[in-house]
């Protein structure tokens, strides 16, 4: 459910689950410089047990991807070409605050985040 009018300021959605007695309201993202943060507020009525979480994120998402296509010439009858990705990852960070009924979470989880670049294809040219 999405809400209307002036709670839309702070609510983002509500969700019910009621196969497994879970409800949460998520919060909108909050900017904070090149940050964002958001709040999801959860109670279990099954076991009675309220949580907090939250999301840290940047405001890039999964970061840059590139996609090039190169051409170095080696000599006047031989050039290289190359094309090559890369992939980055922002580093973000989640947890909670109570334990929502499950014990196995962890109240920290930290993504570092990473790049990958590869080269798909290199070719040689020889031109006679």
């Known amino acids: 459910m999405k809400p ?9 959605s509500l969700l019910v689950i009621p ?5 949460a309201l998520f919060s909108r993202k909050i900017n904070i ?14 076991t009675t047990t309220p949580s907090l979480d939250y999301k840290l ?7 840059p ?5 190169e051409c170095v ?10 094309k090559w990705n890369l992939q980055a990852h922002f580093p973000d960070m989640e947890g909670h605050l109570g334990s929502g009924g499950d014990d196995r979470n962890t109240a920290v ?3 570092y ?12 040219v020889l031109e006679l």
């Not at 209307?4 to 983002?12: C, D, E, F, I, P």
């Not at 196969?19 to 409800?23: H, T």
């Not at 410089?33 to 099954?46: A, I």
């Not at 590869?118 to 040689?124: A, F, K, M, R, Y």
Request: glycine share 12%; net charge positive; aromatic share 12%.
């Open 113 to 124: 985040g990473g790049m990958r670049f590869e080269v798909s294809q290199l070719d040689g």
């Open 73 to 82: 010439r080696v000599s006047d009858s031989f050039h290289i070409r190359a």
């Open 109 to 111: 989880d930290v993504d």
């Open 33 to 46: 410089n090149v940050f964002r943060l958001q709040f999801v507020l959860g109670f279990n009525w099954k």
């Open 19 to 23: 196969e497994s007695g879970q409800a």
């Open 57 to 63: 994120t940047t405001k890039w998402g999964d970061g």
């Open 4 to 12: 209307t009018g002036s709670a839309n300021k702070y609510v983002r």
């Open 65 to 69: 991807q590139l996609k090039r296509k």
